[in-house]
């Protein structure tokens, strides 16, 4: 009796682990083969096109994927609008008046709606556009994993909790990258991202005008266009990375080394810390730094992703259907 039991418990412990496993891996880069086959080539024509238009626009795009992934997972729930029953993730502190880019993101679902309806999720579509928007750039490559189903709630105090603010310390980023199941590694090479795009004066004023961590000349150059008294020019942008500010490259670890980081969570990357070593390798091997990009791009992409017959598809990226 006790060894039937045995064998009844020990069947259904491995039921739980295959159930378990095979929900995790039903992520593949091949998950529309059959019923999507011309999804990237009906994607990448839109990113090319609103790229050729603003150049700004591939960074925006990227960091969508990275607002989305840290708030419950790869969802898609960054771009659901508020509702009666919630309020969504675009109006949190992270988000409100700086994530951009979701006009793009409708025109791609148009697209990729009337190549094969009601079969590709919004977070599958985050994913492929981050990976193009970095290859346009002129950045690595690598495989996106797909299968990923659409959230139906968003979460406005997840997104404040869970998405590193720009006046983290060093252990506050790991920390955070960390409690998303990636390591400091990793966290490091996805602040490359910051190679592209642009940041508001609000987001770098303190450490422009009150830090020591920062180049002199630097911060006097800043300091034009983004004035000390809070609530004046706090929208003004300056590049995140001001010799290449619109090509993926590893120019940004190169501006951590000589103190020429534009955010003070940046410049945490390379002062006196754990992590300066691996900054100092970015900085002058730009291969090593697009490997370990795409990796760790990859890697990010599994976070909580909703599979099988959870979430749903949404015909449309802003609301549930």
Not at 20 to 47: D, E, G
Not at 63 to 73: A, E, I, K, S, T
Not at 222 to 230: A, D, E, K
Request: one cysteine or more; charged letters at 15%.
């Amino acid at each position: 009796m006790a060894s039937s039991n045995y064998i009844s418990f020990t069947r259904t412990v491995s039921l739980l682990f295959l159930l378990v496993v095979s929900s995790s891996a039903q992520l593949s880069t091949n998950f529309y083969s059959s019923s999507c086959p011309n999804l990237l080539s009906t994607i990448k024509p839109v990113v090319q096109s609103a790229i050729s238009r603003e150049k700004r626009m591939g960074a925006s795009l990227l960091r969508l994927f990275f607002h989305d992934c840290f708030v419950n997972g790869c969802d898609g729930s960054l771009l659901l609008d508020d509702t009666s029953n919630f309020t969504g993730e675009k109006n949190a502190n992270p988000n409100k008046g700086s994530v951009r880019g979701f006009d793009v993101v409708d025109k791609i679902k148009a697209a990729v709606e009337k190549a094969c309806p009601g079969v590709v999720s919004c977070a599958d579509i985050l994913a492929v556009t981050a990976r193009d928007s970095v290859v346009i750039l002129g950045g690595p490559t690598w495989n996106v994993k797909l299968g990923r189903r659409d959230a139906r709630t968003a979460s406005q105090s997840a997104a404040n909790n869970n998405i590193p603010p720009p006046t983290s310390s060093l252990s506050n980023l790991i920390s955070k990258f960390s409690a998303q199941g990636l390591s400091t590694k990793d966290m490091v090479a996805l602040s490359g991202a910051h190679t592209i795009g642009q940041a508001r004066c609000t987001n770098f004023r303190a450490h422009i005008y009150n830090e020591s961590n920062i180049d002199s000349s630097f911060a006097t150059s800043r300091q034009s266009n983004c004035p000390s008294t809070s609530g004046k020019g706090d929208n003004n942008l300056a590049p995140l990375d001001l010799q290449t500010p619109t090509a993926f490259d590893n120019s940004y670890f190169k501006n951590l080394v000589n103190k020429k980081g534009l955010l003070h969570s940046d410049q945490q990357l390379f002062n006196m810390g754990s992590t300066d070593s691996q900054v100092t390798t970015y900085s002058t091997s730009a291969g090593t730094f697009s490997s370990d990009f795409a990796a760790a791009m990859i890697k990010m992409g599994d976070i909580s992703p909703l599979t099988g017959s959870s979430g749903e598809v949404r015909k449309n990226c802003r609301k549930t259907n």
